[in-house]
Structure formats: structure tokens, C-alpha cells
């Protein structure tokens, strides 16, 4: 079965920082999701990447996909304190078309 | 707000017992799915919903069960509640029942089993 695997597990930046946060796939991603959770809240959806080299930014976010469809990258410029929370890749799973499958999260705090 | 619903925010109960933790969908969207989120599992799909039939399924265990009603709202039940049940249950919705589609999750409803 398609497995995520996201690293680090977790990250302690400094205010103003540049971090990234890795999600590497056994198989080829076709759909790969970018989620953010505040602790114990609901997840808020961030981007959607899709094709292989395709990159998108919001705000100071930005995700890549690389060129082979196996790795996605979340890149955060300058963090503030407002970017903390666990960063979770979601994929659709190829085992099933219409099953999301999870990396185990990203837990990110910005110190002031 | 992604616009999607759920209630109870929270819910403690024993175990033995049956709950029902709801989810209304954002306006449109066609698809219900189910997630269950633990510290030791992460976080886990169980089922989807498209426009009142089952669609998809994961993990999930003989003694839950969803349905999606005709106003598109779903339900899932829980019962004979164990220990190990206690977790934070996700509701997401999406327009369509394809994979591409994008999924927009709910606050969720955090069971507690005592």
C-alpha cells in the first residue's frame, strides 16, 4: 500500500526563519494535498499540486512537487508565530480512487 | 471556515455505549467523507459518501457506520464504544466524488471514551 512519509517530525524555528518540511511517497503522487492543523482543530486545506516540476505560493508558503512525482516540499519564508501547527501531505491513495491517504505530520513552532 | 459542520464539538461517554457525530457538508459539494484521527494511528480515512450512496472504504471497523442522508448530511455511529475509540473524528467534503477533488475538513468532534 502507498505510504507517506513526511520529515521532519517536528521543527523549532526562530520569528523570521526560512523552514522546510519534506513529503516523500512510495509511489508515484497524483493528487498531493498540503494541510495545516492547529492543535486539536480541524485541518485547513493550504494547495493542491498535481503535475510533476509544479510549484504554488500563498502568502509565504510555497509547495513544490518535483519532476519524478514522489516528493512534495512545503517551503515557509520568514515564519512568524502564526505558522504554528502540525503541516500535513495528503495524497490520493492508488490503492483506492477516492482514498486520501496521510503523512504523520509536521510539528511546527515559532519562537518569537 | 471551510464550511462544513459537525456536531458535537465534543462528546465524553462509556464504554459499551453508541454515539452519532454529524457533518453537513459546505453548500454543492456532493461527497461526505469520514476520518478518524488518533495519537497512535494519525490520522485515518474510513469512508466516503457521494451524493447518498457508499463510495469508498477504509478503516473502518464493523461496529461504525455512516450514512449520507438526502439533504446530503451524514452520520456516522459508533457503538459497543471502546477506550481505544477516543479520538478526534473528521468530517470533509468535496464537490465531487473524483480523487482530484479538493476535500475541505470540518472542526471535527473530539469523542472521549471512559
Known amino acids: 500500500s502507498q505510504e507517506l512519509e513526511q520529515s521532519p517530525q517536528s521543527l523549532i524555528v526562530q520569528e523570521g526563519k526560512n523552514l522546510t518540511i519534506n513529503c516523500t511517497s512510495s509511489?508515484?503522487?497524483?493528487?498531493l494535498y498540503w494541510y495545516k492543523q492547529k492543535y486539536g482543530e480541524g485541518l485547513i486545506f493550504l494547495m493542491m499540486?498535481?503535475?510533476?516540476?509544479e510549484e504554488k505560493s500563498h502568502e509565504k508558503i510555497t509547495a513544490k512537487l518535483d519532476e519524478k512525482k514522489q516528493q512534495s516540499s512545503l517551503h515557509i519564508t520568514a515564519s512568524q508565530p502564526s505558522h504554528a501547527g502540525i503541516y500535513l501531505c495528503?495524497?490520493?491513495?492508488?490503492?483506492?480512487?477516492?482514498?486520501?491517504?496521510f503523512g504523520s505530520g509536521t510539528r511546527l513552532l515559532v519562537r518569537p | 471556515d471551510s464550511g462544513v459542520t459537525q456536531t458535537p464539538k465534543h462528546l465524553i461517554t462509556a464504554t459499551g455505549q453508541r454515539v452519532t457525530l454529524r457533518c453537513s457538508p459546505r453548500?454543492?459539494?456532493?461527497?461526505v467523507y469520514w476520518y478518524q484521527q488518533s495519537l497512535d494511528q494519525g490520522l485515518q480515512f474510513l469512508i466516503q459518501y457521494y451524493n447518498g450512496e457508499e463510495r469508498a472504504k477504509g478503516n473502518i471497523l464493523e461496529r461504525f457506520s455512516a450514512q449520507q442522508f438526502p439533504d446530503l448530511h451524514s452520520e456516522l455511529n459508533l457503538s459497543s464504544l471502546e477506550l481505544g475509540d477516543s479520538a478526534l473524528y473528521f468530517c470533509?467534503?468535496?464537490?465531487?466524488?473524483?480523487?482530484?477533488?479538493?476535500?475541505?475538513f470540518g472542526p471535527g468532534t473530539r469523542l472521549t471514551v471512559l
Open positions: 509511489k508515484t503522487l497524483y493528487g
Open positions: 499540486l498535481q503535475k510533476g516540476g
Open positions: 495528503g495524497a490520493d491513495s492508488m490503492d483506492s480512487s477516492y482514498k486520501l491517504i
Open positions: 470533509a467534503s468535496s464537490e465531487g466524488g473524483v480523487s482530484t477533488d479538493t476535500q475541505y
Open positions: 453548500s454543492g459539494d456532493l461527497s
